[in-house]
């Protein structure tokens, strides 16, 4: 359903990132939110919510909407839409409630 823009003749292209994703390591492009490059490589759900395990995705990509929770190098709860990527970057679907730390 996602798909990438092509590169615009003349400008220079972005260099590649690489971040794992659920153990499989995925390319994308420096400056992609972790949504982004979730969505480009085919990964169309970042977690699962507590009642049904029913799947969710990036919906708002703006910060509102929370449905783009994942796991950043070991990390829970950050939003996928706001979270520039980085090389080595972990990240892991989330499952369930999210726990809150006190």
Known sequence: MF???EAVPGQSSCPA???DVNGVVVQC???DTV???LLASGHDACRD???GGVPRGPY?????CYDCLVIIDGQANRQACMTPVHD???VQ??????EISS
């Open 88 to 90: 080595g970057m972990r």
């Open 93 to 98: 679907r989330q499952r369930g409630a999210r």
């Open 17 to 19: 990132v690489l971040i």
């Open 3 to 5: 798909k990438r823009l």
């Open 49 to 51: 919510t507590a009642v």
């Open 60 to 64: 708002c990509m703006m910060g509102i």
């Open 29 to 31: 492009r420096a400056g």
């Open 35 to 37: 949504a982004a490059a």
